[in-house]
Each structure stands twice: as C-alpha cells, then as structure tokens.
C-alpha cells in the first residue's frame, strides 16, 4: 500500500531558492487514472533550465509567453527522465495492472501547446504520481527485468536517437562537427554515430571534430572515446574554442577543413551562426540544443522567415539560407513512442549499456545539490535519483565504496569505475 502522504520537489518561481520538497496527499485513484511509485529519476539539462531560467521556457510559459501556466501558484514538478511501478488502477483502466513496471515518455506530442511531462504537467521529482489518460498513452511496460536506474537512463539517448532519425548523417557527409561534446549528450550522439557506424550506416565519416570550452569534459571524452573512434577508422579532432571568435582553428589538421554536418549542443544562437564560417555550403546544421536566447534567423527555401530555434522545435528537416548561404538545418526536441521503443529493444538486446551514462547517485534528499551540481558542471555524466531512497548521499560512481554498503562481488564493478545492476541492488537492499 502507498502511504497517505508523499514527497514533491516544487518549484514556484525562478532559481533553485524557488525550490522546497512539500508533503502531499496521497490521492484516492479516480476510475480513469493509475497511481504510480516512481522509482527513479534522471536530472536533465532542461530540468536545471527549468529552474534557473524558467520564464524563457516555451514548455511552460509558450512560446510568446502567455501560455497562462501559473508558475508561482500552480508550481512545477520538474523530472522527465523516469522508471516507475503502477501500484493502484482506477476501476476503468484496462491497460495496467498493480505491479506493471514501465519507463515514461515525457513528450506528449499528440496534445496541443508542447505539452510535457516534467514541465506544465507535474513531473517524477516526487515519490509518486497520478496520471489520467493523456500520460497513459506516453507509459512503455518493460517487458524484461531491467534495472531502475538503467530504465530511466533510456530516455537521454532516445533523444540522441530521435534526432539522427530526422536528420541523419548523409552518405556524403565525411566531416561531422559536435560542439559542446563534453556533457551527457555529447557522449550521447557519439554512441549513436559509433554504433549506427557498426550496423553499416554513417559509412562515409571520416573525421569528428569535436569542441567543449571545458578542458577536463573535453579530456574525458578523448580518454573515452578516441580508441574506439580510432578503431573505427575515425580521425578525432578535438579543440577547446576559449578565446576564439567562432569556426575552426586554422592551423594543423584543422586548416582547410570543412564540415559536411555540425551537430550543436551549446544553448546559444550566435555560437551556431559564428561556427557556421567552418561549414560548406548546404552542409547539414543540426539544431539540438535548446536557445535560452537568440534565435538565429533563417529564410526557409520557400521565402518564408524562420529561425534556428524554431526549427530545433519542428522536428522536422527544412532546406535554408542563412547569411544568403544555401543549409540544411534540422532540429529535434524530445523523441516519440516508437523512438523510444526502438532504444529500449537496443537495451534488451544488449546493444547499448545505459548505465554507462551515469556518474553519480543520490537519494531525493540530496536533490537540490543534486540539481546545483549539475548547473555547475561538476559531473560529466547523468546524476541519477533513487527516488525510493532518502539518505544516500550524492556519490560518484566512483565513490561509491565510501558509502557503508555490503557491496558483494558489485565491488569489481565500482572499481572499474562502472555503474551497474548489482550495484544498484546493492544500494537499493542498503538504503531501502
């Protein structure tokens, strides 16, 4: 059974000191809803974008701001990355019963106004949630047993892999350009490359540039993944941009080169338009980080005036001209269904290893530092939340050991720096 009363993070207002945890009551289920434990949650990006800069946020005040969301009122429960158990089904529910394990899909694309889970739609920073049948439709079972932790982690490289379903890597492209690797989604789209590169596809790249203004997440990535790349007969070209007025350095390996495809992660519009001198003409521009601030215009091929931003929300692939040169551009902003279904049967298959996009854990107790860690760039990777666990304290992967855990043969593990399911049962039959 639930208990009467349960755990939120709320937000109402700006910043992380318009956060506070409140107790809420733990709702009668109504006929057309499930009740649900949430077992774990990701700290995403936008969710520390939701906190610190949440008026700019199109997903929950619109796009011109008026979506008339009551931030301060209504508040936000942010966390849309999640695995979570159905422990109660309204009387009229027929596609869950108690006990079905299942992973969310936040974007709930079949609605009007951009909805999502995590933004206008209270999110998984909490210990348990009601949803109707609107978040219903967006509720994949797991059919396997999968751990907490590894189910939630699916949702960050469904996005990665949303976004080469729209725009992928031409045949044609040999020179592909990530700025802004350093974070979890720079590793994110890597993996995508390498392994869409192993099922025959991506055939054509040669060189990867890659940029970050962090020294040490640039630094990691390299160490990472430059034997792999490498093995695969990929030429990596990394560069730290501090100091530079936008493009390429024009010395070494770089001098000359032109980019067939950039990939942009870094959330700001001019950063995209300086880079673009590096790039051939109708070379791909794949808009995958969300603008706090400037949109970049762009006239469509139709002669219609659009932006960079909005095209990062179109999921779609559009022929433009930016500064009177012929582009490709393509965006993306969450994933789908399918999409999602597809990167979980990786999973089952053994194709991709989620927990490799973990750094640290923690139990909802420690979410505000959690959230803080995360805006200050102190892990590379995903901070994951033992929503279940109050007292475990933020602690890197490899930290673990610290914890006063009976670790079992999941020490070989830690020591390797790796995060795992026995690991994350050894945690859960601790703190549990």
Known sequence: MPPDRYWAFVQRGEGIDSTNFELW????????????????SVICTSDVKNIWTPYARERIVGADGKSGFDIEGTGIVNGHEATLTVVKV???VQDFNSGDRVVLQADLRG???????????????????????????YLIKLDRDIGYIEAALVEGPTCAYASHQVGPVRDDDHTVWINGVGGPMGNMHTEEILLRRKEGKYQGITTLVVSDLDAKRLQAYEQKFGAELASAGVRLLPFNPSGMSGGLPNQGEFRDLKIDYYLELAPIADVTLQNLQALRDHAVINVYSSYNRGEGPIQLASGQASSLKAIHSANTILEARIGGRPFVVTGNSGSTLQDMRDVLKRLEDGKINTYGFAEA?????????????????????KICVLNQVADLPLTAISDLTKLPVEWGDAIEDIEKGRLTRRVEDALLEHYL
């Open 25 to 40: 009551e733990t709702p009668s289920v109504t006929d057309n809803a499930v009740l649900l434990r949430v077992d774990a």
């Open 90 to 92: 309204g009387d009229k």
């Open 361 to 381: 854990v923690t139990g909802w107790q420690k979410l505000p530092e959690a959230l803080e860690a995360q805006h200050d760039r102190k892990f590379n990777q």
């Open 111 to 137: 609605y009007a106004n951009n909805q999502a889970v995590g933004y206008r739609v209270f999110g998984a920073f909490r210990g348990f949630a009601q949803w109707g049948p609107v978040v219903q439709e």
